[in-house]
């Protein structure tokens, strides 16, 4: 009797952790599903903080790994010709002898073709390494021309490579600072990047995009 009240508590016991078991099963698969729909609420979210989103998307870009070898260029500031050029803490500082006229349409939006006076400069050897960098972008608000280093045909955009130049009133290039991280190699082959909105959503969970602020892809 003993013998057989045991074997139906056991199997009492087993039929409740199967059902407990089920259970947490079931709570897991629900967990795995609800990603699909965190996008939705984060951007209705963003919505509600008076966000504005522009040019985002879903498209799954594949880029490869770059690979840089540190390269000082210290070395190299006092053979820069026709400016005055100091060297610190990895950043060339420097005020052009002749500026760089360059002709910029106050009404319309600034392109790579208003710059080409200026791209000729950084690779014609005034610059140190200058053929590895490319025109990214002009803020006419900062008067600022942005030149970033380019892996693989990719601009280098996470700061560590990059010139900026300054313009003057007169839209006359005046100066610059120019960092350089080293020589860049591509490993292997191109790997899936997380998309444009992914991107976004991770930076305003992580409280980098205060509210009613404009977010678009450049």
């Known amino acids: 009797m003993d013998f057989r009240r045991s074997t139906l508590v056991l199997i009492i016991s087993f039929l409740f952790l199967d059902i407990f078991l089920l259970g947490m099963f079931w709570q897991m698969k629900n967990e795995v599903k609800t990603p699909l729909n965190t996008s939705i609420n984060v951007m209705e979210q963003m919505r509600t903080d008076g966000i504005t989103v522009t040019g985002v998307n879903t498209t799954v870009e594949s880029l490869p790994i770059i690979q840089i070898t540190p390269t000082s260029i210290e070395s190299q500031v006092n053979t820069l010709p026709s400016q005055v050029a100091t060297y610190d803490k990895g950043v060339i500082s420097s005020q052009l002898l002749a500026p760089i006229q360059l002709t910029l349409d106050a009404n ?9 006076e200026l791209t000729t400069y950084v690779e014609s050897g005034s610059i140190i390494h200058g053929n590895q960098y490319t ?15 380019r892996a693989n045909q990719i601009p280098v955009m996470d700061g560590s490579s990059q010139i900026i130049f300054t313009l003057n009133a007169n839209n006359q290039v005046i100066s610059y600072e120019q960092t350089f991280a080293g020589n860049a190699e591509v490993l292997g082959t191109n790997r899936a990047l997380i998309t444009s909105q992914k991107a976004m959503e991770v930076l305003y969970l992580a409280g980098r995009i205060p509210t009613r602020s404009t977010v678009s892809v450049v």
């Not at 939006?109 to 710059?115: D, G, R, S």
């Not at 025109?135 to 008067?143: A, D, E, L, V």
Request: glycine share 0%.
């Open 135 to 149: 025109w990214f972008n002009y803020n006419p608000t900062t008067r600022k021309v942005i030149y970033a280093q």
């Open 108 to 116: 319309a939006n600034a392109t790579i073709e208003n710059f080409a």
